[in-house]
């Protein structure tokens, strides 16, 4: 790596989205980033725009945090062999989303369910993702499930080398409540964030895991509240959002209905904050690129949500639920952006708008870490404005590859 300083400036931004609920907005047009971290945003005017290594001119387009996945099933590299399928990540990539994180590698052919092995499998994932960043994503792996077996000893094993994940409770051998909490308990000692499926059984191995023991392990994440891909009933789903403060995870490859339902009873109690999305893909859906984009759309037009509260879903929400340095226009914070503008052609005198009708944003660049990662979207409907880059640092080896 470069001792050099690097310096990204994003200069004539039409609308700048920050990631927060409680001030969506920012009154600004020009941001900067020093090494990949963001250092000051507002008008360009009052800024100290020299020495810029990176120059790009936003041409009026909207600026928003990089999208978070909250809920993925990553492999190994960028393959997913349950759709052999390469470049899924890549394809994510062009859907806004620079982070992902890990809900459990289960679907890695011959999946150890030792204890010994599950250990091993998880400390490898979390290295090959940490040495390896396809198209330059974040990928947040090394998510062990949790089998019968284990004991306290051994999640301050993985702690101490690195695993800050457990996958879904329930896609394991651990059924009960009782020993999951006991788990959960020991993971949150040293740590490690926890998620649990929620719903019926999504593959083979798994099983229907109800209101009751889910509010009896208590993880950190209500994984996929609206189902992955059966939701619960109804008052199952109003009963979970009530009883506990935890993360309420909507994913793509659910019930929207229920989805609908979870972001009506967490506005009813005022807890809006709570929501956070995934796509629960690679799965037997299929890979979802534009997933979260159809989230935040989906949600904003049918849940009657302003499209710049939507996009907090996505982001920001994610940011606080997860404890991340990315996913908020903060001092300090990862430089990890999006610039979208509205789709040509679309519905809406603004992107915002345009969005509550339910239309798809075009993504005109990604950024990760102060580097722009990819420019006009393959996958969106094509932008209205788009971002041109004005000066950059001569091509060197990307990350990933």
Not at 34 to 41: Q, R, S, V
Not at 43 to 56: C, S
Request: net charge negative; with cysteine; charged share 20%.
């Amino acid at each position: 790596m470069s001792d050099q300083t690097t310096k990204l400036v994003i200069r004539n931004v039409g609308l700048m989205l920050s990631g927060r609920m409680e001030q969506p907005i920012l009154d600004a047009d020009c941001l900067i980033a020093e090494n990949g971290k963001i250092t000051a945003w507002g008008y360009e005017a009052d800024l100290d725009t020299e020495g810029a290594t990176t120059l790009i001119n936003a041409n009026g387009s909207t600026l928003t945090p990089g999208l978070i996945d909250s809920h993925v099933h990553p492999v190994i590299g960028d393959y997913t062999p349950r759709q052999q399928q390469l470049h899924w990540i890549d394809s994510t990539l062009h859907g806004g989303v620079t982070t992902l994180i890990s809900a459990g590698e289960v679907h890695m052919p011959g999946r150890p369910r030792d204890v010994v092995g599950l250990k091993a499998m998880a400390i490898a994932a979390q290295r090959w993702y940490e040495n390896f960043r396809p198209s330059g994503v974040k990928v947040m792996a090394g998510a062990p499930v949790i089998e019968h077996g284990m004991v306290e000893q051994d999640f301050k094993d993985l702690a101490d080398a690195g695993v800050k994940l457990l996958g879904e409770v329930g896609l394991g051998t651990v059924k009960d409540g009782k020993t999951a909490k006991q788990m959960v308990d020991w993971a949150r000692k040293y740590g490690i964030q926890s998620t649990i499926h929620t719903g019926g059984p999504s593959i083979p191995g798994s099983s229907l895991i109800d209101a009751d023991m889910v509010l009896e392990t208590g993880t950190d994440v209500i994984g996929h509240i609206n189902g992955g891909h059966t939701a619960l009933p109804d008052d199952q789903i109003i009963c979970i959002c009530e009883s506990c403060t935890k993360g309420l995870e909507i994913v793509h490859n659910g019930n929207e209905r229920a989805a609908l339902l979870t972001l009506n009873t967490a506005r009813e109690l005022k807890q809006l904050d709570r929501i956070i999305l995934g796509t629960d893909g690679p799965a037997g859906s299929g890979v979802q690129p534009l997933g979260i984009l159809r989230m935040i759309s989906m949600l904003s037009s049918l849940g009657n949500m302003p499209a710049e509260l939507a996009l907090c879903f996505g982001t920001g929400n994610t940011t606080r639920q997860r404890n991340l340095d990315t996913g908020m226009i903060e001092k300090g914070f990862c430089a990890d952006f999006v610039l979208m503008d509205q789709a040509q052609h679309s519905p809406g005198k603004t992107i915002l708008e345009s969005i509550q009708y339910g239309n798809l944003p075009g993504i005109g660049m990604t950024i990760i870490d102060g580097v722009v990662t990819s420019q006009r979207s393959r996958n969106t409907p094509p932008a209205g404005r788009i971002p041109t880059i004005e000066r950059q640092p001569a091509p060197t080896a990307g990350i990933g590859h």
